[in-house]
Nanobody, 123 residues
């Protein structure tokens, strides 16, 4: 599975961005798809995940209510809609995939990773 993330950019605090991650090489309907982020000098952290079912989503507490993860299996794509962005959301955002029925899985268990897209939120 190859993952290609896009949609990052520079936005003012309070603004919105929509990230996309397109997969190739496998149909993703049997995969859990996740978003992670890594700020400068910090460890990569979980942001959100979309499991196999349409309602199987999971969020980090810091983004719940502001970010929405969704997937389009027909397009082999996962999305992350980010609203009410804050400067602390600034990071490189990565998408990841693992074939599993579980929605929330540890970072180390993801098998495939995209290259990351930079999100910068100015105050």
């Amino acid at each position: 599975v190859q993952l290609q993330a896009s949609g990052g950019g520079l936005v003012q605090a309070g603004g919105s961005l929509r990230l996309s991650c397109v997969a190739s090489g496998r149909a993703l309907s049997l995969y859990t798809l996740g978003w992670f982020r890594q700020a400068l000098g910090k460890e990569r952290e979980f942001v959100a995940a979309a499991g196999r079912g349409a309602d199987n989503t999971d969020y980090a507490g810091s983004v719940k209510g502001r970010f929405t993860v969704s997937r389009d299996n027909a397009k082999n794509t996962i999305y992350l809609q980010m609203n009410s962005l804050k400067p602390e959301d600034t990071a490189v955002y990565f998408c990841a995939a693992k074939r599993t029925i579980v929605t929330h899985i540890p970072r180390a268990q993801y098998d495939y990773w995209g290259q990351g897209t930079q999100v910068t939120v100015s105050s």
